[in-house]
């Protein structure tokens, strides 16, 4: 376990591979195989009009894309959800797609958030300190929708799975669904969330939950997160199960675990409550090599998600980004890079 390296598994990026549209932002790639073999991701978009960030929290929706192989290009089929009023929880924002299948139903975990303002318009300007941007922000909650197709209807909960805590790390916010769901039925979500520090919140941390069921309830395992937020700053977890334990890879954000700020790391457990970072501890970079032989550093390599068939993780998903990161490029998209057999 300790000597895997997982940056190793991974080879050249197709270059016209993945997930884009024209005149919207792109990210947050979820894929799954349909019964008809066929590939489907669930991704978040929002319109151009809007700053990538922080138009993501006022305006994605979920969308579904479809692929004859998973290399793709997949190719836009139906909004899956949307906005739906600011009475519900998730009424504006829809985001961080996680796609399941779990016997004969689909399990889409997402984040919602909501906000009691006017919505806003092509040509309105918006910063981090519009009022609608911080109370979408401090709405931040984790759902769950279920269809027994993946085309739908989506069973859409009028409560969040899972809250915040008052006086926890989880205080302010959670958000960036992981789970597994096991045989049983039972799940095992690790999530991202913020905690309340006065008027303001704290840095990201990452929590884990536990349901018996995957229709809930949800409970966290504990009163502290899983790594110390001071000296392992991460978000965008996704995790599975080997044999002999729990994997993870998730973004560095400040790149003083694997060495790189803003690319992968990669974390063992045997229980999936106790965490530790594997020896090698570099999943993947911001640098890519494609397919070409080309080789380019991404603005961003964010919310990795792994494809499995017949047990094993073959392609691996990023949501990415042209400009030179902090979110200032002018054009987003999901890829995939092919993995090499384990």
Not at 144 to 173: N, Y
Not at 206 to 226: F, K, M, N, S, V
Request: with cysteine.
């Amino acid at each position: 376990m300790e000597n895997e390296r997982f940056i190793d598994r991974l080879l050249p990026a197709p270059i016209h591979g993945g997930f884009v549209m024209k005149d919207y932002w792109i990210w947050c790639g979820s894929v799954i195989k349909g019964d008809d073999g066929r590939y489907y991701m669930f991704a978040s978009r929002w319109p151009k009009y809007l700053p990538m960030h922080p138009g993501w929290l006022l305006e994605s929706e979920i969308v579904l894309a479809v692929s004859d192989t998973p290399v793709g290009p997949f190719k836009f089929q139906e909004v899956v959800l949307t906005s739906r009023g600011a009475q519900y929880w998730d009424g504006r924002s829809v985001h961080n797609p996680f796609i399941v299948k779990y016997k004969d139903h689909y399990l889409l975990y997402y984040m919602g958030a909501t906000h009691p303002f006017d919505d806003i318009s092509p040509g309105d300007e918006l910063t981090l300190e519009d009022p609608r941007v911080i109370v979408a922000r401090a709405n931040k909650r984790i759902g769950l929708a279920i269809s027994q197709s993946v085309h739908g209807p989506w069973k859409r909960l009028d409560a969040p799975i899972l809250g915040v805590r008052p006086g926890h790390f989880d205080s302010f916010l959670t958000s960036n669904p992981a789970p597994f769901v096991d045989e049983s039925g039972s799940v095992l979500l690790i999530y991202k969330a913020r905690r309340y520090v006065g008027n303001g919140y704290s840095d990201m941390a990452l929590g884990a939950a536990w349901a018996d069921h995957y229709e809930g309830p949800y409970r966290p395992l504990r009163d502290e997160p899983i790594f110390p937020p001071s000296q392992i700053h991460l978000e965008d977890p996704f995790i599975w199960k080997a044999d002999d334990g729990y994997r993870m890879i998730a973004k560095d954000m400040t790149g003083n675990v694997c060495g790189e700020r803003h690319a992968g790391v990669y974390a063992l457990s045997e229980n999936g409550l106790d965490w530790r970072i594997a020896d090698h501890p570099k999943a993947y970079s911001r640098t890519v090599l494609w397919e070409d032989g080309s080789i380019r550093k991404m603005g961003n390599f964010e919310r990795p998600f792994l494809l499995f068939e017949a047990g094993r993780p073959t392609h691996l998903y990023a949501a990415t980004s042209d400009g030179d990161g902090n979110f200032s490029g002018k054009n987003t998209w999901n890829m995939v890079i092919p993995l090499k057999s384990e």
